[in-house]
């Protein structure tokens, strides 16, 4: 019995752990992960024209103009590895605006993840957030460690994490955040986000389970 491709979204604030949840998701079931953070970071790094125009907004906390990543995103989802081995979207829809262009293209989730996580808490995980350059590894300078002084050395900060730039990127989510859920309230399930990683992974796990289980079902009967 072959399943259909899992569709996944998940959404949280700055550093409620998605990108951390993304990697185990992506061991476990293969799908595609589509992050918006990285595919912009990319775009940036190799100074294309998206990168040059989402720079200054992203640097800034803000976010990029909803045309620049809706293109981008739908370009992404369309392409044959991800609509053969299922998705998994980061960081997309932030507004209300971006929901809107996936209902009117027919792409829907099959579940729609929250993270939840207080406030002083993302303040702290961002401002000890570090990533690996070579592997995209997500590291904490307490949490999570690195695993040997020679990817210590080359870690770098993302430089929209400073206190400052988390808390307008943490407000500009709380303003968005009701309006993207509303598109989405049958299949949205909160996950407290508060918690060791691995123990948020296993109930993430139980629940993409079910909804793999209730796809196959819904084939065999129809
Ligand atoms: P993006 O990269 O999506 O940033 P974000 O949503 O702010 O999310 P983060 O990457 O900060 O956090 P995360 O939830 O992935 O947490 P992580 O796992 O790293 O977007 C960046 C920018 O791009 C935006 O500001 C905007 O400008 C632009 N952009 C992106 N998408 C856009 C869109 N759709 N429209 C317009 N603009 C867009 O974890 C954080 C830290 O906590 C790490 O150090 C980690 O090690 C640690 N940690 C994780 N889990 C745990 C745990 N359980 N316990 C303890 N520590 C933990």
Redesign the pocket.
Known sequence: LVSEPLKVM?S????????????LIVQKFGLVHI???????AEVSSGTEIGNK?KE??????????E???AM?TARLSREDAVERGWLL??????FA?AQSLEKLKIRPDIYIV?D?PDE??I???I????DPVTRK???????PPETEEIKARLVI?P??TEE??KS??E??KRNSEAISSTYLKIMTKID?????E??FKEIESFLLQVQKDTEKMEKSG
């Open positions: 998940i949280g604030a700055p550093a409620s752990g998605k990108g951390t949840q993304c990697e992050s918006t953070g990285d595919l912009l970071r989402a907004f992203m640097n800034a906390g803000r976010l990029v103009p909803d620049i990543v809706t995103v980061d960081g997309y829809p932030r507004s971006q993270l996580v808490i993302l702290n995980r961002c000890g957030r570090r990533l997500i590291y904490h300078i307490k949490n999570f993302r929209d994490d730039k988390v990127r943490l500009i989510y986000g508060n918690r060791p990683k123990e948020i």
